[in-house]
Nanobody, 112 residues
Framework: QLQVVESGGGLVQSGGSLTLSCLASGFIMDKYAIGWFRQTPGKERKGVSCISSVNNSTQYADSVKGRFTISRDKDKNTVYLQMNDLKAEDTAVYYC?????WGPGTQVTVSS
């Protein structure tokens, strides 16, 4: 069964940092492009960052450029999202995606 599970969310003050993890099971994550998305109540899910499977090139939404960093750990079959200088508007449920596989999400709440 192909699965991804997110972890690392929580409550943090504005300006703080969190690192989200996306652990895959049932497939080798290194062979897939992996994306992080986020969603707030009543709004559509939006892309935050992604990392390619070809050369590990990365992309970021304008709203997080310079603050968030996506990376892979091949040995742990995990993709990370390091989030620095968090702002109240970063509050959302964060989801990991690999093709058609979505995780259950992890809540990130940033208090101002």
């Amino acid at each position: 069964q192909l699965q991804v599970v997110e972890s690392g969310g929580g409550l943090v003050q504005s300006g703080g940092s969190l690192t989200l993890s996306c652990l895959a099971s049932g497939f080798i994550m290194d062979k897939y492009a992996i994306g992080w998305f986020r969603q707030t109540p009543g709004k559509e899910r939006k892309g935050v960052s992604c990392i390619s499977s070809v050369n590990n090139s990365t992309q970021y939404a304008d709203s997080v450029k310079g603050r968030f960093t996506i990376s892979r750990d091949k040995d742990k079959n995990t993709v990370y999202l390091q989030m620095n200088d968090l702002k109240a508007e970063d509050t959302a449920v964060y989801y990991c995606n690999a093709g058609t596989v979505w995780g259950p999400g992890t809540q990130v709440t940033v208090s101002s």
